[in-house]
C-alpha cells in the first residue's frame, strides 16, 4: 500500500486492476459491430473509507522520492557486486594465461 493523491484527494493506494467491459453493436445503420474494450484502473481507499476504482492518471504518488532513492541504492550496490565479480574473473583470466 502506498499513499497517494487520487483526484487530488489524501488516498491509500491498493492495486492495479484490469477492467473488460462489452459493447453492443450501434444501432444505427452500417454502426460499429460492437465488441470490448480493456483498461487499467487504481483501487484506491479515501480517508473517510470510501474505496473507487481511478484511472492511472488521476493517481499521484506521495512516496516517490523515496523509492527511488531506494531502489537506486540497491541498484547500485548491484552494479558494484558485478564489477567485483568481473574483477575477479579478469584477474583468474590473467592468472591462467
Known amino acids: 500500500m502506498r499513499l497517494c493523491l487520487a ?3 489524501k488516498a491509500i493506494f ?3 486492476e484490469q477492467v473488460s ?3 453492443a453493436p450501434s444501432r444505427l445503420r452500417d454502426g460499429h459491430l460492437g465488441g ?3 483498461y487499467t484502473a487504481g483501487i484506491v481507499e479515501y480517508e473517510d473509507g470510501g474505496v473507487e476504482s481511478v484511472a492511472p492518471g ?4 506521495l512516496d516517490t522520492k523515496k523509492l527511488l532513492a531506494k531502489v537506486e541504492k ?3 550496490k548491484w552494479e558494484a557486486r558485478q564489477s567485483r565479480d568481473e574483477d575477479a574473473e579478469n584477474l ?3 592468472r591462467n594465461e
Do not use: G, L
Open 14 to 16: 491498493h492495486c492495479w
Open 92 to 94: 583468474a583470466a590473467d
Open 36 to 38: 470490448s474494450i480493456r
Open 7 to 9: 483526484k487530488d484527494r
Open 74 to 76: 540497491e541498484y547500485n
Open 21 to 23: 467491459e462489452v459493447i
Open 58 to 61: 488521476d493517481i499521484v504518488f
